[in-house]
C-alpha cells in the first residue's frame, strides 16, 4: 500500500505535464482555419452568340452564384458554399440548362472552372460542362508558368494539336471536343501557339505568360473559323479569359546570322523554308543579322551547308517567330578543308534577369574528344570568393550544351580534355547582364584548344580566338609585414596575402 501511494502522486505529475503541453500546440495544425479550405469557383462560357449564364452552387444550408456570364466571357470567383454542391447552369430568362443530379465534390484549396461548351447537335445552344480542377500548390518556381489545352469547338469528328511555336514547332497536346490535357511547365514570358486542325494550321497566336502562372489554352468556335483564348486561372477577376492575339504574316519573322569558325570558306547556306541566307562565306567571320520569314509551313525544316559543289551537313530547325539563330561553320572532325559540320545556336524569346547571364559551350575540337569547360573562382555580389561553375562537363565532339545561368562579371575560363585530362586552354572575358553567351572550343596546336566567346548582340566582322590566359600564384615573401593587400585588375579585389 506505501508503494502504491508514492506512484499515484508521479502519474497524476506526468498527466499534468501532457495536458499542458498540448495546450501550447497551433490549432490551426489540428483543425484548419476556414480560409485553408477555400474552394473557389467559376464559370467560363464558351458559346458564341445568344445568351448569358449563370452557375449556381446549390449546398442545401447555402448557395452561391456567379453574376451573368455573356458569350465567350468567364466570371469573377465565388466561393464555394461547402465541399460539395449540386451544380446547375442557368439561362438568362432563369432556365435551368444543365442540372446535377449528384452533388459534386470538390478538392480543397483549389480553383474549379466550369467551362460552358456549345451543342453538337444544335438542339440547343449549350449542353455540356466541362470541370477543369487547378491545384495552385506549389507554385511553379520563378520564371516558370503552368499550361494545359482545352478544346472547345463542338465537334467529335475533328482533332486539334496544339504545337509551341511555329506550326512546324515542338508538339504540346491533341484534343477532340471536351477534351483536356495535364498542366505542362514552360518558360515564363511571350508565348507563341500554333494550332493545327490535322495536318492544317489554322491559328498562330501569342501571349504573355507570367511567371508562376497556370493557364489554359482554349479553341473555340466552328470549324473553320476557330478563335484561342487564354485562360488565367489564378485571376480572380472576369478578365481572367482573354483572346489570344492572331500574328500578322508581316511580324512572323525571325533574325538569321552566320558564324564560320573554320579557316575555309564555304559556298552557301540553305534553310529549306527560306531559300539561301549566305553564298561566299570566308573563314574567320560573324555576319550581320538578316530578317527571313517565320512560320512558313507544318513540315520540319532544315538548315544545310554547301562547300566544294556538295551538300556538307544539314540540321533540323524550326525558324520560331522572334527568336535569333546563329548558325556556326565548323572544321571537318579531321580539320580537312573543307569546313564540313554546322551548329545552331539560338536565343528565344524568354528574358534573362538582368543581373545574370547565359552561357552554353560547342565543343568543335574534332577528332571525337570530350571536353569540360568550367569557370575559375570569381567574385560574388557580397564580395566574396566562391568556386566557379560547370558551363559543360564531359560533352561530345559537335555537340551543343544547354545554357547555364551564372552572375555577370569576370568570367575565368577553364577547359580540360584528352586523355589523361589535361589543360586544353586557359581564357578570361567578361560576362554581360542579358545576354547569351556562346563559347566555342577549337582544337589549336600542340593540342592545346583555341577558345572563341560570343554574345548575342556581338557585331559582325573578323573574328579570333581569345587570348590566352595563364595561372598565377602569388607568394607573399616580405617578413616585416604580417598581410599585404592585393588586387589584379577586375579578377581578384580585397585579397590579402600573410607572410
Known sequence: MKASRCFLPIVVCVVLIGITGCEQESWNLVSPPPNADTIMVRLVNMVEGGTSYVLQLDAITAEARTSAVPPLSASGWI???????????????GKVLKDAAARTRFNKRTVETMVLLPSTTGAQAADTLVRLVTNPSPLPLPGRAQLRFLC???DTTLTYEVRLGCPSGEFFDRQSFRGSGAFRELPAGEIVVSILRGSEPVAIVRQELHSQQFATVIVAGRAPAVRVFLLDELEASPSALREMLPIPEAERTALVRWMNVSQYHFDSIRIASVGVIASNGTGQFLSDYQRVPACSNALSDTVELYANGVRQDAVPISVEVGYRYTIVVLDAPNFGAPASRLAVVVRDRSGIAGDSC???VLNATGQGQQITAFLGAR?????????????ANA????VLGPPVRIPVGAVPIIVRGGVPERILALAVDTARAGRLHTLVVLAG?????????LSDDAPSGPIAPRPAGAIIQF??????RTALRCRIGNMVDRSSLTP
Open 395 to 398: 560533352l561530345g565532339d559537335g
Open 445 to 453: 596546336r600542340n593540342g592545346s584548344a583555341d577558345i572563341y566567346t
Open 152 to 154: 472547345a469547338v463542338p
Open 379 to 391: 567574385l560574388d555580389a557580397a564580395g566574396s570568393y566562391h568556386n566557379g561553375e560547370y558551363l
Open 475 to 480: 607568394v607573399n615573401a616580405v617578413a616585416d
Open 358 to 360: 547565359q552561357w552554353q
Open 79 to 93: 466561393k464555394s458554399p461547402a465541399d460539395s454542391a449540386y451544380v446547375r447552369v442557368y439561362d438568362a430568362g
